[in-house]
């Protein structure tokens, strides 16, 4: 897939056939976590925490990785969910969810919101550390 510079473009330049599926995944994205920042990082679409820079800042990305779709959020906002993400868990960081196959998208809304309540508590509390 050539490089792209929005997530349209990422989108437009995927495999017709994978088209639907990243459309619906990033509108279940972009549902969970509506103050999140679209962009495109290594070569992917990734969604940060109220546009702010920084690895910690960054809730999750998606890219088509052959016959899947894979979504990336770190590690403690996955460890939670360890049982119910069990069958697509590809690595510490990541699931994969076969083409083909509807996606779960109440599992993908679930994993999206509980990262962007853990970067809000982690905002609050360096608001208080900073104030205290």
Excluded: W
Excluded at 56 to 63: I, K, N, P, V
Excluded at 70 to 84: K, S, T
């Amino acid at each position: 897939m050539p490089a792209a510079s929005s997530v349209d473009q990422y989108i437009r330049h995927a495999p017709a056939a994978a088209q639907l599926a990243l459309r619906t995944l990033r509108a279940a994205i972009r549902e969970a976590a509506p103050d999140a920042v679209e962009n495109i990082g290594y070569g992917m679409p990734f969604y940060s925490y109220r546009g702010e820079v920084g690895i910690e800042r960054r809730l999750c990305y998606f890219g088509l990785q052959g016959a899947t779709i894979g979504l990336y959020l770190r590690p403690q906002d996955l460890e939670p969910h360890a049982e119910r993400i069990a069958r697509y868990r590809s690595t510490k960081s990541s699931v994969r969810f076969p083409l083909g196959a509807p996606l779960p998208i109440p599992l993908i809304q679930k994993l999206v919101r509980d990262a962007n309540r853990r970067h809000r508590a982690g905002e609050a509390k360096q608001r208080s550390k900073r104030t205290g």
